[in-house]
């Protein structure tokens, strides 16, 4: 007789099933389940999708990483356990130790190997994969790596099964849904369906007929980000929701602003996104230009600030004459939806606050919000900081943390631990 779980639930393996029903006799049940299941079950089993998952990655005993064993009881009496894909959970479907997710955004297989042991997720995009990695000589060492899937293949590899990988196709304005889906496709081969996110942009202003504009001369759209026409502001929705419909998780990216998410969720992201970074420092550089022009009424301070919206991609170039009148109003607008002159966004994190609202009050359970994009000294501890605010406790198991290796690594010491380590090491020097 085998026994299943904490409450010694003891059944026979269904006939053809010892191996696989071998690996999930840790698996516990709480009182109430055994206290149902004890009279009702009569042999244990697994599902096809158990054997399916074990399959894409086999190991010597238990279940990998990235899973959560689910039971059901049949009709027949059998108890069957199945493996559905959960980053929350390590090896044999225990829970991570904090529901707080890391991510790394990186395409380098070699500073990925230090870290992944932390990791539920990765990120990258065409930028971190051939700009940082692939054409970056000191980062692929001996040019070893030729082409992304090269590299997607070997961060398979290095990762192992309990991290999702969220990776962007090349051309997202691509009219031919075909060839976005096969190169998807082509992703969930390399990475199995268990792995493989596709990442999706927001495309707002920006459509298959001008985007050449960002590729040559200025590089600039010759219209503004909020002149748009509706199907190229949906674009990026419409396909994240097409590749939902096939089966794919979806990496809604591209959200710098909290109005965009609700619209967002329309589309069925598994994850959606709060960037910080270039967000909190245009507020920090926007309030000293006002701030500059509030102390002297010296217009220069304002015609810097338009020169600055214009370079940030406010203003297209055709209204780099804009009254600055209008300026003055638009920047004083920006400052006051992003909350920086209060609790809710001095730390640039109101975008953030937002999105973990709606997550809370959304019909999608299983989404979670990736916060990406920090820098400085700051970003990340106030973050910690928030997520110990009493309004979010709720909701550690939905966020996700993401940023470069190196920058998770800083946040692991202080300047005590140098100190300390003095003490300690010439306290044992010489000492046997």
């Known amino acids: 007789m085998l026994k299943l779980g904490l409450f010694s639930l003891s059944a026979p393996p269904a006939r053809g099933e010892e191996e696989y029903v071998s690996r999930v006799l840790d698996t516990e049940l709480c009182r109430d389940c055994y206290v149902t299941l004890k009279d009702a079950v009569r042999f244990i089993g697994v599902t096809e999708g158990f054997k399916k998952a074990l399959a894409a990655f086999p190991t010597e005993k238990g279940t990998p990483a990235g899973f959560r064993r689910d039971i059901s009881l049949a009709s027949d009496g059998v108890l069957r356990v199945d493996l559905a894909r959960d980053i929350s959970r390590d090896r044999n479907g225990l829970p991570r130790p904090t529901?707080?997710?890391?991510?790394?955004?990186?395409?380098?297989?070699?500073?990925?190997?230090?870290?992944?042991?932390?990791?539920?997720?990765?990120?990258?995009?065409?930028?971190?994969?051939?700009?940082?990695?692939?054409?970056?000589?000191?980062?692929?060492?001996?040019?070893?790596?030729?082409?992304?899937?090269?590299?997607?293949?070997?961060?398979?590899?290095?990762?192992?099964?309990?991290?999702?990988?969220?990776?962007?196709?090349?051309?997202?304005?691509?009219?031919?849904?075909?060839?976005?889906?096969?190169?998807?496709?082509?992703?969930?081969?390399?990475?199995?369906?268990?792995?493989?996110?596709?990442?999706?942009?927001?495309?707002?202003?920006?459509?298959?007929?001008?985007?050449?504009?960002?590729?040559?001369?200025?590089?600039?759209?010759?219209?503004?980000?909020?002149?748009?026409?509706?199907?190229g502001a949906l674009r990026g929705h419409a396909l994240a929701l097409k590749l939902h419909e096939h089966g794919f998780r979806v990496n809604f990216t591209l959200m710098f602003e909290p109005f965009q998410t609700q619209l967002a969720l329309q589309a069925r992201p598994y994850f959606i996104n709060t960037f910080l970074r270039h967000r909190l420092v245009q507020s920090a550089k926007i309030k000293e230009y006002i701030d500059a022009y509030d102390a002297t009424e010296n217009p220069a301070h304002i015609e810097a600030l338009r020169t600055y919206f214009v370079s940030n991609d406010y203003y297209p170039p055709s209204k780099a004459d804009t009254d600055l009148r209008e300026i003055l109003r638009f920047g004083r607008d920006v400052l006051k939806y992003r909350h920086f002159g209060d609790e809710q966004g001095s730390d640039g994190l109101d975008g953030m606050r937002h999105n973990l609202r709606v997550l809370r009050n959304c019909n999608m359970p299983d989404t979670r919000l990736i916060v990406c994009s920090m820098e400085g000294p700051y970003n990340y501890p106030d973050i910690d900081k928030l997520l110990c605010e009493p309004e979010f406790l709720d909701m550690h198991d939905r966020v996700v943390i993401t940023a470069p290796p190196d920058y998770l690594a800083r946040f692991t010491s202080t300047n005590q631990v140098i100190s300390y380590q003095r003490r300690f090491m010439n306290a044992a020097k010489g000492q046997k």
Do not use: W
């Not at 070997?154 to 190169?183: H, Q």
């Not at 792995?195 to 503004?224: C, F, M, S, W, Y």
């Open 99 to 231: 529901k707080l997710l890391y991510s790394a955004d990186t395409a380098d297989p070699y500073e990925v190997e230090a870290i992944s042991p932390f990791l539920a997720n990765l990120t990258c995009n065409p930028g971190i994969v051939y700009d940082l990695f692939i054409n970056n000589p000191k980062a692929n060492v001996d040019g070893k790596f030729k082409t992304r899937d090269e590299v997607m293949r070997e961060i398979g590899r290095v990762l192992g099964p309990g991290a999702d990988i969220s990776v962007e196709l090349n051309n997202p304005f691509d009219d031919d849904f075909g060839r976005l889906l096969d190169e998807a496709e082509k992703f969930r081969e390399m990475l199995s369906e268990y792995r493989v996110v596709i990442k999706v942009p927001h495309t707002g202003a920006v459509t298959p007929g001008n985007v050449g504009q960002l590729l040559e001369g200025n590089k600039k759209l010759d219209k503004g980000y909020d002149e748009i026409t509706t199907a």
